[in-house]
């Protein structure tokens, strides 16, 4: 019986180069892996899905209005899909993925972040949190050992970033995972060093 699966992690947490060797193990049995990216993760490039240790394979790029069914019909038949940034689906297209596994008995691995750099779920998390048959942490630490649960936007000077758009594509210069209390620690002596206003 084929299942949904959500592989989640923190920045840094090799999710893209996990999906890639995933992708390599199903194509060696002699499989045929269907790899989709949604067309809000152009960072590395379009049609592009790079791992930050070097791996990069050529993936289909889904656009938020298009349908993941219309797609797979269109490609023709495969034995996996494999989706990389699924945190960037739209819940609909997230909704897709449940049928295709249901309609289909196709076996489906969504690789993304759980979260925003603000610990709010992406809407495609959060549909994947509720649909999926498993759910699996990829763990990475913070700097101090701890599990990193956050992903830290960071401004040009490294200070933590605590307003903004949910989405805001960036590299280890953009981000980096950090467990909570790290995180809030370096809020509070952001809001304790920071001058006072005359009044």
């Not at 050992?145 to 953009?174: H, M, W």
């Amino acid at each position: 019986m084929a299942k949904l699966y959500f592989k989640y992690g923190a920045m840094g947490s090799s999710k893209s180069a996990q999906a890639l060797i995933t992708q390599f193990n199903y194509e060696e049995l002699g499989m045929r892996v269907w790899l989709i990216k949604p067309s809000v993760d152009n960072r590395d490039g379009a049609g592009v899905v790079r791992s930050r240790i070097g791996l990069s394979r050529a993936a289909e790029v889904i656009a938020p209005e298009e349908s993941i069914i219309g797609k797979y019909a269109a490609t023709g038949k495969c034995d996996v899909i494999i989706a990389d940034e699924a945190q960037f689906f739209t819940p609909a297209q997230i909704d897709e993925m449940r049928t295709l596994v249901d309609d289909e008995n196709l076996p489906i691995l969504c690789f993304g972040l759980r979260t925003d750099f603000l610990t709010h779920a992406f809407p495609g998390s959060k549909r994947l949190l509720e649909l999926a048959d498993s759910i699996t942490e990829i763990k990475t630490v913070c700097a101090c050992g701890a599990k990193a649960t956050v992903n830290a936007r960071l401004d040009e000077n490294g200070r933590v970033i605590t307003q903004g758009d949910q989405i805001f594509l960036g590299g280890n210069d953009s981000y980096v995972a950090m467990c909570h209390r790290c995180w809030k620690k370096k809020i509070r002596a952001q809001q304790q060093s920071a001058p006072t206003l005359p009044l």
